[in-house]
């Protein structure tokens, strides 16, 4: 049982595992971040645009 415990101390695949957790979840909080600071200038954008579609004559040949 001793020889199991000092097996396992030894081992490093879990501390890999727990190396790329911490990393994919940085990455989604730096997503979720970005989306959070741009997503209402996008719509503010996306509204102006659709105003000038609107307000563009349309024209038939």
């Not at 501390?15 to 503010?44: E, P, R």
Request: net charge negative; hydrophobic share 55%.
């Amino acid at each position: 049982m001793i020889k199991f415990f000092k097996n396992f101390m030894k081992d490093e695949d879990g501390a890999v595992t727990v190396d790329w957790v911490v990393l994919t979840a940085a990455v989604v909080a730096l997503g979720v971040a970005a989306v959070a600071t741009v997503g209402g200038s996008i719509n503010t954008v996306a509204g102006n645009i659709a105003t000038a579609v609107e307000a563009t004559p349309t024209t038939t040949p």
